[in-house]
């Protein structure tokens, strides 16, 4: 990473960080006055309730009163006094009563529990009540408390009052009991003022008919399954709990209140629930506001560091760029100074004087190389042609001397000394030919290329070799893998070279032994690897094994494995050795698996 990148992002990151701290620190902060502020609205709402209940209770026990002191009332209790237990012929009685005082229930109870009229269900006239004389000694006159009202439409809840009315004439002091109150549902919640983004539902309780439900001020409660977790722990508990609940338009949070009955049971329970919209709409933008300050901060980071920088990194980036120039081969680049510090001129001094200094270097050695390469050259040309000219000088000074003989005798030295001139001539011929393949090796011609297939071609060739009687049998074990493919190569060049590494590990191991062929695929490469048993090589040789004219061996020119690297090199590939002394050898041939060899060689060309 340059310096102008690690001081952008170090300036960056800084001003990412300080931005990312300050939006978390603001959006915490935003949670907790929120959640601050969203208990004392549900505090004030849940107080606000309370005192609505305690209003409606009051008028209930209000409007009852006015229900005993009626002269209906009256006139009934004095008639059921004087007749006694005949209540059919009251019947009706409740309904007008009920509905003159405003309430939503109204019962006129005997004093054996049985319903003399009933005003929201005259149905149930001759039934017994469920609690109202089992209430009636402490709740009669007193204040009203909620109820589980049965009706005609299932339980309801509502606030109810008990009062007892003395029957006229009647010995023992009989009483009838009058049981009213008015419903607590929408109606009685559309009275409560809500904060903006809150809102107040009530579960009743179905008791033993089933499961409760849900009312709000609207009329279209919403659905109870998301609720019923908090319902069922404040049911089991009686106690306050609070739960967030997760709707497909955003969470809320609810506080649930438990409404208790006389006899301290869950009748009802009071949600209070507050919207997260405000909330994540403010940390949203929050969030949005920071991250365009961050966006601001890192140009204006990016224009700081580019800034201050330039001075620094400018004039270095040239110096880098002129020395991957000088190693591209470009010896005449040449530096701009400009307006850089005294430090980095003095660099740049430095690397022109440098590269003058390797200028000159690299002539001298390009002039020695030469030298020692045509002096190898020299060198490998007579030893090669020393063994082939002898042979023909012993033939023609054998011509020379024949000259004396007879014709029969002439005529017979003539033919062996021809024969052993075109032998001689023959080994002239193919030394030249060998020094020629080596000096004109062929441009590889790419095509596709199954490379299992090359390598079986080339093994097919030697098989008859290694079976051969009378030499030392060498195994060979063949492991292909179907993973390799094809590839784009010269297939007449790959088969050649790896023939030369088969001969060449066969030469190795003149007492037998194993030889091993391999292919394999690794990510992006194809390898292939031939492996002998024999003596190995030592470290000097390993290092020379690839050198032209370089052999270990009594025969040969030196040049199978140099061709070999050739032609390995020629396909943008490499290939290496792994041999100890008395180890055997092996070589390893990496290919690539795409075109990447093609496109190596054209850039080459």
Not at 121 to 139: I, V
Not at 355 to 374: G, H, I, K, S
Not at 471 to 498: F, H, M, T, W, Y
Request: aromatic share 6%.
């Amino acid at each position: 990473m340059t310096l102008r990148l690690r001081l952008f992002a170090f300036v960056a990151g800084a001003i990412a960080a300080t931005v990312i701290l300050v939006t978390w620190t603001v959006s915490a902060s935003a949670r907790r006055s929120f959640a601050a502020l969203d208990a004392q609205r549900t505090a004030a709402l849940v107080a606000q309730f309370r005192k609505a209940f305690a209003g409606e209770g009051d008028q209930v026990g209000v409007s009852m009163d006015r229900v005993a002191a009626s002269e209906p009332v009256a006139r009934l209790a004095a008639d059921v006094g004087r007749l006694g237990a005949t209540y059919a012929r009251y019947v009706d009685e409740a309904g007008p009563l009920r509905a003159a005082h405003g309430l939503d229930f109204l019962d006129i109870v005997a004093g054996d529990g049985t319903i003399v009229s009933s005003g929201h269900w005259p149905a149930r006239f001759g039934y017994r009540h469920p609690w109202a004389t089992d209430a009636s000694a402490g709740a009669a006159g007193g204040r009203a408390s909620l109820e589980a009202v049965e009706t005609q439409d299932g339980t309801a809840l509502g606030l109810v009052a008990v009062r007892a009315v003395r029957l006229g004439g009647s010995i023992g002091g009989r009483r009838l009991l009058l049981v009213g109150g008015r419903r607590v549902d929408g109606a009685f919640l559309q009275s409560l003022t809500l904060p903006p983004e809150m809102r107040v539902l009530l579960y009743q309780d179905a008791g033993s008919e089933g499961r409760g439900h849900l009312v709000d001020a609207s009329g279209h409660p919403p659905p109870s399954a998301p609720l019923d977790p908090l319902i069922a722990r404040v049911r089991q508990s009686g106690e306050p709990a609070a739960d967030t609940v997760n709707w497909p338009e955003g969470a809320e949070s609810f506080n649930a209140i438990p409404l208790l009955g006389r006899d301290r049971k869950v009748l009802g329970i009071l949600l209070v629930g507050s919207s997260g919209r405000e909330l994540a709409a403010l940390v949203g933008s929050i969030r949005w506001a920071g991250i365009g300050f961050g966006a601001l901060g890192i140009v204006f980071g990016f224009l700081v560091s580019y800034i201050v920088s330039a001075r620094v990194t400018r004039p270095v980036e040239q110096l880098a760029a002129a020395a991957r120039a000088v190693g591209g081969g470009d010896w005449n680049v040449a530096v701009d100074q400009g307006a850089a510090a005294a430090e980095i001129r003095d660099l740049t001094r430095a690397f022109e004087a440098m590269t003058r200094q390797l200028a000159e270097q690299r002539d001298r050695l390009v002039q020695a190389e030469r030298v020692a390469a045509w002096r190898e050259l020299a060198r490998r040309l007579a030893h090669e042609l020393k063994n082939p000219l002898f042979p023909l000088r012993i033939s023609v000074d054998n011509l020379r001397r024949a000259r004396a003989l007879a014709p029969a005798q002439f005529d017979e030295v003539f033919e062996e000394s021809l024969t052993a001139l075109g032998a001689g001539l023959q080994n002239l011929n193919t030394v030249v030919a060998r020094f020629s393949d080596f000096a004109k090796m062929p441009t590889p011609q790419f095509a596709p290329v199954t490379l299992n297939g090359v390598v079986e071609q080339a093994i097919a060739i030697f098989r008859p070799q290694l079976a051969a009687p009378g030499r030392a049998p060498i195994g060979l074990i063949v492991d292909l893998d179907p993973a390799v493919g094809s590839i784009r190569a010269d297939a007449e060049q790959i088969g050649r070279a790896v023939q030369n590494l088969l001969l060449n590990a066969i030469d190795a191991m003149p007492d037998g032994g194993d030889l091993r062929v391999r292919t394999s695929r690794a990510e992006a490469v194809v390898c292939i690897d031939v492996s002998d048993t024999g003596e190995g090589l030592t470290a000097e040789e390993r290092d020379r094994l690839f050198t032209p004219y370089y052999t270990t061996k009594h025969h040969g020119t030196g040049l199978g494995l140099a061709i070999v690297q050739s032609v390995v090199a020629d396909h943008s590939g490499m290939i290496r050795v792994d041999s100890e002394r008395g180890r055997g050898t092996t070589f390893h041939i990496e290919l690539p698996a795409g075109m990447n060899a093609e496109r190596g060689m054209r850039n080459a060309d």
